[in-house]
């Protein structure tokens, strides 16, 4: 399977996380864990991140794929 993580990162510090395989944002820092309730709080919010999976890494991968099969 395909696993989309989208990271939220500021002075190399990783606040906040979305992971696909999860379905939810996990907060590591103080503002992190406040984003990640707030975030996960809104279906809409979520639904934007899902769709990501789906519109742009299962799209590529197939891409992907095909090229390297193709090369072997």
């Given at each position: 399977?395909?696993?989309?993580?989208?990271?939220?990162?500021?002075?190399?510090?990783?606040?906040?996380?979305?992971?696909?395989?999860?379905g939810r944002y996990?907060?590591?820092?103080?503002?992190?864990?406040?984003?990640?309730?707030?975030?996960?709080?809104?279906?809409?919010?979520?639904?934007?991140?899902?769709?990501?999976?789906?519109?742009?890494?299962?799209?590529?991968?197939?891409?992907?794929?095909?090229?390297?099969?193709?090369?072997?």
């Amino acid at each position: 399977g395909i696993e989309f993580i989208d990271s939220y990162v500021f002075n190399m510090v990783e606040h906040i996380r979305f992971n696909s395989t999860v379905g939810r944002y996990v907060g590591y820092t103080e503002h992190g864990v406040k984003n990640a309730e707030a975030w996960n709080s809104d279906a809409g919010f979520l639904g934007q991140e899902q769709a990501q999976l789906e519109s742009y890494c299962k799209h590529n991968a197939d891409i992907y794929y095909s090229a390297i099969r193709d090369k072997t």
